[in-house]
């Protein structure tokens, strides 16, 4: 278990960098960078739907287009983040 401390207003995570893997959210995208080879890609909701999985490895671009404004957990592998999306 990772815990994070937060301070100030915060409203998602920009950047997660692991010795693993580098998650970067720009715009309406998520960055995934270096993806140890059979990686595992999960989107949640707040109320734990799986809105998209994938197995991936190397470099990877997300689009967010389809998802709505709100919040969502990011897991690779076994490291989870949270993200908002503003429109």
Request: charged share 25%.
């Amino acid at each position: 278990v990772v815990k994070f401390e937060f301070k100030g207003d915060v409203d998602g995570v920009e950047k997660v960098q692991h010795s693993d893997f580098n998650l970067v959210h720009v715009d309406n995208m998520l960055k995934f960078q270096n993806l140890p080879m059979n990686s595992q890609i999960e989107v949640f909701s707040t109320d734990g739907i799986l809105l998209f999985a994938n197995i991936i490895e190397g470099d990877y671009i997300l689009l967010l287009d389809d998802f709505s404004q709100g919040v969502y957990i990011v897991r690779v592998n076994e490291i989870s983040t949270k993200i908002v999306i503003k429109k």
